[in-house]
């Protein structure tokens, strides 16, 4: 059963700051992975999909990376603002297309 | 741009009752699921629907919950005996390919059970 987890689970930084947050899985044998935004109590906004070949994304400030052999994804916020405050979901697609989801990580970003 | 829309926003409901909760997919898009976010826990797969049929369920998706996509639009999730565990924030979501392709949330229906 495939188990998704985040690190950290919360992230206080000053705006301007680069910052990464972590995602790890289980079972490598994934479709692909994909990145949410959701503000309290919201939808969920896609911000960047990778497929199981690619190795990273890149839109805008952000960039994620995929290494599916360790099970490992990153998201990497360059520039942070303080409308970028939202919690940050990564979800793994697995066999049957369905997305598993971590828990999240926090972000506020500090005026 | 396209988006997935929910209705209702919010639902308030009695335990035992009958509730549908209403999503209108990307219009293009083939394949269609719920979710479901419990205050403060993750978020987590339902069904997916796709030709008109349930293509995968997870072990939350017992006989009390049904989907129907009653027209070329409407794709709804019906759970029949509402009991209060099941007050949680339900989001639709479509795709327009297959395993591989992005997926696209609504805002979602919150459904407190009283």
């Known amino acids: 059963k495939q188990e998704v987890t985040q690190i950290p689970a919360a992230l206080s930084v000053p705006e301007g700051e680069n910052l990464v947050l972590n995602c790890s899985f289980t079972?490598?044998?994934?479709?692909?992975l994909q990145w949410f935004r959701q503000d309290p109590g919201k939808g969920l906004t896609s911000l960047l999909l990778i497929q199981s070949s690619q190795r990273e994304q890149t839109s805008g400030r952000l960039n994620a990376s995929l290494d599916k052999s360790s099970g490992r994804s990153t998201l990497y916020i360059a520039a942070s603002q303080p409308g970028d405050s939202a919690t940050y979901l990564c979800a793994v697609g697995t066999s049957g297309s369905r997305l598993t989801f971590g828990e999240g990580t926090q972000l506020t970003v500090n005026p | 741009e396209p988006e997935v829309t929910q209705t209702p926003s919010h639902q308030v409901t009695q335990m035992g009752q009958e509730v549908i909760l209403r999503c209108v997919p990307i219009s293009n898009h083939l394949y269609f699921y719920w979710y479901r976010q419990i205050l403060g826990q993750k978020v987590e797969f339902l069904v997916s629907f796709y030709n008109n049929e349930i293509s995968e369920k997870s072990e939350i998706f017992d006989d009390q919950f049904s989907v129907e996509r009653p027209d070329g639009s409407n794709f709804t999730l019906k759970i029949r005996s509402t009991k209060l565990e099941d007050s949680a924030m339900y989001f639709c979501?479509?795709?327009?390919?297959?395993?591989?392709?992005?997926?696209?949330f609504g805002e979602g229906s919150r459904l407190t059970v009283l």
């Open positions: 979501a479509s795709k327009e390919q297959g395993p591989s392709g992005e997926l696209f």
């Open positions: 079972d490598s044998a994934i479709y692909n």
